[in-house]
């Protein structure tokens, strides 16, 4: 039972991770710059929002 939980949990961060990345990158340079965050800053932002996923 706890492998599923694992598992999940992983799933769900995968998910977090993706659709971040995703509407980040979406966004346009400037509202980028709105929120502080740079192109090449997109996927570490998506990293640590997925780990607050729990």
Known sequence: MLLWGILARQIR???AYNRTVTELSNLDDRTL???NISR???QAVARRTALQVA
């Open 13 to 15: 961060r995968w998910h």
């Open 33 to 35: 710059g709105d929120i």
């Open 40 to 42: 090449s800053e997109i």
